[in-house]
């Protein structure tokens, strides 16, 4: 049963700050006995509904902004001592198969195994993930069936679910991804992580 100190965690596996803050969640879940709900949502859907648009084309004409944004990376990755994250050299990468495959592998009960592998090949081991071969091989190498899971993206119900918690995302005024709520109060991006663990502990003060 959700908690209102629980966490929802907007998430798509195209957005390399949505891998920094899973491999940060699970320790703030662990000082606060919160539970973490992961809401597989397509970016490039809630960019088209908001009108918003990556980082790179917003302010790829700002001077020195996209260098400061891979400062601010780099410290993040620093203080918590993420050494295996590496840029993915087939970005942006189209994530529409996986995101639904996740919607599947929650209904088949193995998401846990499933969102590490997929983490895993696209932020450490730069895998081309938009391609269902390199996807079917990274899923069965995790132990998982890829096959099974490669055609259960076609399943319609699947496809309806990632669609639905995309608008409802939406709906709750979500503009891109990593998101996170805590009861009715939101957080946008890693570097509200510390905002996310304080309004979890207020709940439960």
């Known amino acids: 049963m959700t908690q209102p100190s629980d966490i929802d965690f907007i998430f798509d596996f195209g957005s390399p700050n949505a891998y920094l803050s899973w491999k940060v969640l699970p320790g703030i879940a662990a000082r606060t006995g919160a539970a973490i709900n992961l809401i597989p949502c397509l970016l490039g859907g809630i960019f088209k509904a908001t ?11 700002v001077t020195g902004k996209l260098a400061y944004e891979g400062l601010e990376t ?7 001592g993420l050494t295996k994250f590496a840029s993915n050299p087939h970005f942006p990468v189209n994530t529409l198969m996986i995101m639904r495959g996740m919607v599947a592998a929650k209904r088949a009960g193995v998401a846990d195994v499933y969102l590490e592998a997929v983490l895993k090949a696209m932020w450490e081991d730069g895998q081309k993930l938009d391609d269902p071969e390199v996807v079917v091989r990274v899923l069965d190498a995790a132990g998982l069936d890829g096959s099974a899971l490669a055609a259960a993206t076609q399943d319609p119900e699947v496809k309806a679910e990632l669609v639905a918690n995309t608008e ?27 905002q996310v663990e304080a309004e979890v502990v207020r709940r439960l003060a």
């Open 51 to 61: 009108n918003n648009q990556s980082p790179m084309a917003a302010f790829g004409g």
């Open 168 to 194: 409802a995302a939406v709906a709750r005024g979500v503009f891109g991804i990593p998101t996170f709520f805590v009861g009715g109060e939101m957080f946008f991006g890693k570097a509200r992580l510390g």
């Open 74 to 80: 780099r410290r993040f990755v620093a203080k918590h």
